[in-house]
């Protein structure tokens, strides 16, 4: 059974600095791997999306990378600023599954 | 809006009483999935359609639970009898057969039942 934790649940830090969050997972065949913002009481922003033979994904700021060996994805957020304030959830999806097993996600407050 | 849509975006409802949940994939989207969320938890997965047929059904969705989608288009999610433990946000989500199997979430119904 796959199982995907985040460590930390939740993280503070100042704006304008760079940060990683981190996601582990404990079947290593895995499909794919989504990093999704889910703001307050709101649904899911899908944010990147890794294939398993990819080992990484940049959009804008953000910069995922893929470890299927170790079981370990992160999400590198450069620059960061007070909108990016939000719970942050990593989910995969394993072959011969169509479900997506998630994470408990990470909060994270930027102050500014 | 070409996203997913979801309707009622909040519900609240008493216990014992039913309610329905629609959702609305994208255009073309032939995949669909129902997820709940508690408060302090990722999504869990519920059901999975592939077009009309329900391919998929997790261990959570309990005989009160059921989910239909006649047309191969929207979705609906029923519970009946409901019980204060399925205060929850209920999410859909869809993708195409290809899309490398990305699957967009829509903004999900908010239960609450008193």
């Known amino acids: 059974k796959q199982e995907v934790t985040q460590i930390p649940a939740a993280l503070s830090v100042p704006e304008g600095e760079n940060l990683v969050l981190n996601c582990s997972f404990t079947?290593?065949?895995?499909?794919?791997l989504q990093w999704f913002r889910q703001d307050p009481g709101k649904g899911l922003t899908s944010l990147l999306l890794?294939?398993?033979?990819?080992r990484e994904q940049t959009s804008g700021r953000l910069n995922a990378s893929l470890d299927k060996s170790s079981g370990r994805s992160t999400l590198y957020i450069a620059a960061s600023q007070p909108g990016d304030s939000a719970t942050y959830l990593c989910?995969?999806?394993?072959?011969?599954?169509?479900?997506?097993?998630f994470g408990t996600g990470t909060r994270l407050t930027i102050i500014p | 809006d070409t996203g997913v849509s979801q309707d009622p975006r909040h519900k609240i409802t008493k216990r014992g009483q039913n309610v329905t949940f629609r959702c609305d994939p994208i255009?073309?989207?032939?995949?669909l999935y129902w997820y709940r969320q508690t408060l302090g938890q990722g999504p869990e997965f519920l059901t999975y359609?592939?077009?009309?047929?329900?391919?998929?059904k997790s261990r959570l969705l309990s005989d009160r639970f059921s989910a239909e989608r006649p047309k191969g288009s929207f979705s609906t999610l029923e519970i009946q009898r409901t019980e204060q433990g399925d205060s929850a946000m209920y999410l859909c989500?869809?993708?195409?057969?290809?899309?490398?199997?990305?699957?967009?979430f829509g903004p999900g119904t908010r239960l609450t039942v008193l």
């Open positions: 989500a869809s993708r195409t057969s290809g899309s490398y199997n990305e699957q967009f």
């Open positions: 079947d290593s065949a895995i499909y794919n």
């Open positions: 890794i294939q398993s033979s990819q």
């Open positions: 989910a995969v999806k394993n072959f011969g599954n169509e479900k997506l097993t």
């Open positions: 255009s073309e989207h032939n995949r």
């Open positions: 359609f592939q077009n009309e047929a329900q391919l998929e």
